[in-house]
């Protein structure tokens, strides 16, 4: 059974950054295939990033590209998002999600078996 446990949010001002943490236990790390999702109230859970097992292959969503950086160590079974120039934008609850499935990187929700927590980001303006 996977479990995955997220840290790191809280509230920082515009501008701002944040390094949330997501620690993998119950299974082999590098055999999943991360990534990272948030949702603010009323609206859908969205794709922030992902990556490969390797880390050699990354995806951001077009929003945070240029602000957001993920990425992972193996030997730690953790995967981190550095989110840096943080807008004033809704709360969100960032979620990690671990996927098993073959392939590279995945960005739909339905590709990953295994969530989080989340951990609350609250940017103010």
């Known amino acids: 059974q996977v479990q995955l446990v997220e840290s790191g949010g809280g509230l920082v001002q515009a501008g701002g950054s944040l390094r949330l943490s997501c620690a993998l236990s119950?299974?082999?790390?590098?055999?999943?295939?991360m990534a990272w999702f948030r949702q603010a109230p009323g609206k859908e859970r969205e794709f922030v990033a992902t990556i490969s097992r390797s880390g050699t292959r990354i995806s951001y969503v077009d929003s945070v590209k240029g602000r957001f950086t993920i990425s992972r160590d193996n030997a730690k079974n953790t995967v981190y998002l550095q989110m840096n120039h943080l807008k004033p934008e809704a709360p969100a609850v960032y979620y990690c999600?671990?996927?098993?499935?073959?392939?590279?990187?995945?960005?739909?929700?339905?590709?990953?078996?295994?969530w989080g927590q989340g951990t609350q980001v609250t940017v103010s303006s």
């Open positions: 119950g299974r082999t790390f590098s055999n999943y295939i």
């Open positions: 999600a671990a996927s098993s499935r073959g392939g590279t990187t995945y960005t739909r929700q339905t590709d990953f078996g295994s």
